[in-house]
């Protein structure tokens, strides 16, 4: 079982930054594949980024190709997605999930957290 609590998210103008953070519990954090999706309003949850157990290798929509990074820490449990030059199209809530395989598709994603809302205004 892992529970997963993100943070991080909040207002921000067009060209700004942000950097969400997912703390996961349980021991075999280390053993899953993490990935970040977002929904916006009225839109299906889409994939943003996710990357594999060591951090070796990462997937990025491309949408957020050059914007957005994914990187993990599993000494702390946390996966972390930085998000740089915002647009307001960037405005969803942000999910972080874990797979068993780094090229899961969403419906093969485990468990959820309950998401941290992003807001960039224009």
């Known amino acids: 079982q892992v529970q997963l609590v993100e943070s991080g998210g909040g207002l921000v103008q067009a060209g700004g930054s942000l950097r969400l953070s997912c703390a996961a519990s349980?021991?075999?954090?280390?053993?899953?594949?993490m990935g970040w999706f977002r929904q916006a309003p009225g839109k299906e949850r889409e994939f943003v980024a996710a990357?594999?157990?060591?951090?070796?290798?990462?997937r990025h929509a491309d949408s957020v190709k050059g914007r957005f990074t994914i990187s993990r820490d599993n000494a702390k449990n946390t996966v972390y997605l930085q998000m740089n030059s915002l647009k307001p199209e960037d405005t969803a809530v942000y999910y972080c999930?874990?797979?068993?395989?780094?090229?899961?598709?969403?419906?093969?994603?485990?468990?959820w957290g309950q998401g941290t809302q992003v807001t960039v205004s224009s």
């Open positions: 999930a874990a797979a068993k395989i780094v090229r899961a598709t969403m419906n093969e994603y485990d468990y």
């Open positions: 990357i594999n157990w060591s951090g070796g290798i990462t």
């Open positions: 349980g021991r075999t954090f280390s053993s899953y594949a």
